[in-house]
Nanobody
Framework: QLQLVESGGGLVQPGGSLRLSCRAS????????IGWFRQAPGKEREGVSC????????NYADSVKGRFTISVDYAKNTVFLQMTGLKPEDTGVYFC?????????????????WGQGTQVTVSS
């Protein structure tokens, strides 16, 4: 069974930091496009950051550039999202996704594997 399991979410004050983790089981991240997405209440899911299937390209939504960092530990088969300088507008459910395609980001098509999500709340 192909599975992604996120962890690391929680409640943090504005300006704080969190590190999200997403561990894959049933497959290995090699050759997969990997991404973090988020969905705020009442809003559509949006892309946050991606790590290409080639393993050498990352990209970030403009809203998180300079504050978030995506990384992959292939030995642990885990992708991380280090979040600093958190703002209330970063609140939402964060999802990890992976797709076995030659892409920078998972497309969200049926071939995409999704995690169950982890809640991040930024509030004082």
């Amino acid at each position: 069974q192909l599975q992604l399991v996120e962890s690391g979410g929680g409640l943090v004050q504005p300006g704080g930091s969190l590190r999200l983790s997403c561990r894959a089981s049933g497959f290995h991240f090699s050759y997969y496009a990997i991404g973090w997405f988020r969905q705020a209440p009442g809003k559509e899911r949006e892309g946050v950051s991606c790590f290409s299937s080639s393993g050498d390209i990352t990209n970030y939504a403009d809203s998180v550039k300079g504050r978030f960092t995506i990384s992959v530990d292939y030995a642990k088969n885990t992708v991380f999202l280090q979040m600093t300088g958190l703002k209330p507008e970063d609140t939402g459910v964060y999802f990890c996704a992976a797709e076995l395609r030659d892409r920078i980001c998972p497309s969200g098509a049926l071939s995409t594997i999704w995690g169950q999500g982890t809640q991040v709340t930024v509030s004082s």
